[in-house]
């Protein structure tokens, strides 16, 4: 499925020179290394009408040797690409001299303005950034934990545990019935909001059983005929959405009102119509969600989501 954001970053992740330090060390010397500065959860971006990444040198990290690590992205066109938190700093964009040139957009706000690999560069990052700030104690032993593998793990000073950034897979389904599909509203979204529904797959449970079970539980609504069509990074903090269709096998609504406030089948126009333009009846995710491309594949017609 094509269009979906924060994917196709187009770095090499080089997952072989993480354990590599005196590649690393080497490559954080080159002035041709650039460096994603991130600021509580925000990346650099440069202002102005076309938005891109502000990357800056190593230089960006002397006299930081008490900070967060840099976290090792990944290599693009030989040159090796890192994330550093700046978060520790109070004016980062005054500091660094950044002012003027550059802000710190929430990403979720930025990233369908980036370039679709920079806004997927900002997702990887994002992830981790996030993932060592939360992680700096061993949830075995309570001891501090030290980064290590270019920052793809941690391990603890005490009893040695390593721990690794998690994914929190997210299952987005599209239930079917014909002509017909389901949306739900969260109470937290403005009215007509809908979308597809969705929930956390829980332990020792399939994707497919996910599906069946948080529909069951969000609508009340019994569902056969899973089918995977593709899946989102969602770094906000950890997700990856997997977004999948459905057969609906009964059709009676029953909303679970802690998870929605309402549920409801809309006919293929209508939805049309809105993925044209919010009708009084209908909104619909816009193009940065991965529920708009169900809904979009299902609204015209491509076989994979018949
Ligand atoms: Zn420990």
Do not use: N
């Not at 490559?27 to 102005?48: C, E, H, I, M, N």
């Not at 938005?51 to 693009?76: D, K, S, Y």
């Not at 994330?83 to 109070?90: E, G, Q, T, W």
């Not at 941690?154 to 997210?170: L, Y």
């Amino acid at each position: 499925m094509k269009g979906i954001v924060f994917s196709g970053s187009g770095l090499d992740r080089a997952a072989h020179r993480r354990r590599d330090a005196a590649w690393l060390r080497e490559r954080l010397a080159d002035d041709a290394t650039r460096v994603l500065p991130f600021w509580r959860l925000a990346p650099l971006v440069r202002t102005g009408d076309a938005p891109r990444l502000a990357w800056a040198t190593p230089a960006l990290l002397e006299g930081r040797e008490e900070a967060p690590a840099p976290v090792f992205l990944g290599v693009a066109g030989g040159i090796a690409h890192f994330a550093a938190d700046l978060s520790d700093r109070p004016e980062p964009l005054a500091e660094f001299g950044f002012d003027g040139v550059a802000h710190f957009p929430d990403l979720r706000a930025i990233a369908g303005l980036l370039p679709p690999d920079e806004a997927a560069i900002a997702a990887q990052a994002r992830h981790v950034v996030d993932w060592h700030a939360r992680h700096g104690f061993c949830p075995g032993c309570g001891e501090r934990t030290h980064v290590q593998d270019g920052g793809w793990s941690r391990r603890c000073a005490s009893c040695s545990t390593e721990h690794f950034p998690r994914t929190d897979p997210v299952v987005i389904m599209l239930v079917l019935d014909g002509e017909r599909c389901l949306l739900g509203r969260q109470p937290a979204w403005p009215r007509p909001f809908f979308s597809a529904l969705a929930g956390f797959v829980e332990g020792g449970e399939t994707l497919e059983e996910a599906v069946v079970r948080e529909v069951a539980e969000e609508a009340g609504v019994v569902v056969s005929d899973v089918r995977y069509l593709a899946s989102q990074p969602w770094p906000f903090p950890a997700s990856l959405m997997l977004g999948c269709t459905a057969r609906a096998a009964t059709r009676e609504i029953v909303v679970d009102r802690s998870e929605l406030e309402e549920a409801d089948w809309f006919t293929k126009d209508e939805v049309r119509a809105a993925l044209a333009a919010p009708t009084p009846r209908l909104a619909v995710p816009p193009p940065m969600a991965i529920a708009h491309h169900l809904i979009r594949a299902w609204v015209e017609g491509d076989s994979s989501a018949a």
